[in-house]
């Protein structure tokens, strides 16, 4: 392992137990939390990760300020239960529909921004089945002990449901996409575990600054600017345990590597397509198309109607969506 990796595994890796509600609400002082749930088509799911958050962070004990879903395009009961569970339900075809609307995670988060009042956003995935609220107490931990932290990300033994049992396996994009890339060009991030957990916590004023790619690589793109511009000291992870979600087919997993891939290589400067047509061939030679939108949309702190938090400065221009 690269030197500095191993050092910061050593030194910024930490435990989902090692912050108690009392420490943190201690250290929380005058910041506001956030807690944003993307969701697209989650009403399986969608209230128990809203109702143990809401029961357990919001009214059991006052760490988190909102609790927010952002329903991303969904065409099920997504945003009722999500609402019934006591979420503030936000609708990305509502928020600001000027900018454009469209479907995918890292719009949704990016949209969240101009919803939400946290000093520090911290991202749940909706589709949960396996999990506890030490997913956002951990989160927090780091940012609010440590300043210099800009960006926290968690990691977790994943189950995957082999239909025999369960296995302590997944992230396959993580590990044949992610992970290898980072070894190859930013070794300082090899140590990084999930580098594409959907379990997240940031800075309100540094997320706003960053491009933001539509799909799933939020995740990526996130890290790899925070590093590039604050360095590996303003990088942390914690241990959350264990999780398990619903996991998506192998073409599906296809057009997430696509995305995944373009977002990388875009920060080596290489001049990558907004749209990539990828066939996924049957075995029958016949073929669909799944269409890779690689678009990013720009810093919300540049957009006009960004309403900034206490720490930063207001908007810097009209700039269109991307």
């Known amino acids: 392992m690269d ?14 137990d090692e912050w108690s509600i009392d420490d943190l609400l201690s250290a929380k002082g005058g910041q506001r939390i956030s807690v944003v749930v993307p969701a697209r088509n ?3 799911t969608i209230a128990d990760v809203v109702g143990q958050i809401r029961e357990r962070l919001v009214v059991g004990r006052p760490l988190v300020d909102e609790l927010v879903v952002m329903d991303s395009l969904s065409t099920d009961a997504t945003a009722e239960r999500a609402r019934a569970a006591g979420a503030t339900v936000q609708s990305v075809e509502e928020v600001h529909p000027e900018l454009g609307v469209f479907p995918g995670k890292g719009e949704a988060l990016w949209k969240s921004l101009f919803v939400t009042c946290g000093d520090i956003l911290v991202f749940i995935d909706a589709d949960l089945t396996d999990w506890g609220t030490h997913f956002v107490t951990g989160l927090l ?51 990084v575990v999930q580098p594409l957990a959907g379990e997240w916590a940031i800075r309100r004023d ?7 790619p539509r799909g799933y690589g939020v995740e990526l793109a996130t890290l790899l600017d925070t590093h590039e ?3 590996l000291d303003a990088i942390a992870q914690v241990d959350l345990g264990q999780r398990a979600h ?6 599906d997993l296809s057009a997430m590597a696509t995305e995944i891939m ?4 875009r920060r080596t400067g290489v001049k990558t397509p907004d749209h990539v047509p990828l066939p996924l061939i049957q075995r029958d030679r016949t073929w669909l198309v799944r269409h890779v939108i690689t678009t990013e949309r720009p810093p919300a702190a540049s957009i006009h109607g960004y309403v900034p938090g206490p720490g930063e400065s207001g908007a810097v221009s009209d700039l269109p969506a991307v």
Do not use: C
């Not at 296995?167 to 140590?191: F, I, K, N, Q, Y």
């Open 3 to 16: 030197p500095r990796a191993a050092q910061w595994f050593r030194e910024l890796t930490g435990d989902a």
């Open 42 to 44: 989650e009403e399986r």
């Open 141 to 191: 931990g780091p940012l609010l002990s440590r300043p210099q932290v800009q960006l926290v990300k968690g990691f977790y033994d994943r189950r995957l449901d082999l239909g025999e049992g369960v296995a302590a396996e997944g992230g396959r994009v993580t590990e044949l996409v992610a992970r290898p890339w980072l070894a190859l060009h930013r070794a300082e991030l090899s140590a």
């Open 206 to 212: 540094h997320f706003a600054s960053l491009t933001v």
């Open 229 to 231: 511009r604050h360095g």
């Open 246 to 251: 619903v996991h998506q087919s192998i073409h």
């Open 262 to 265: 373009a977002v990388a290589e």
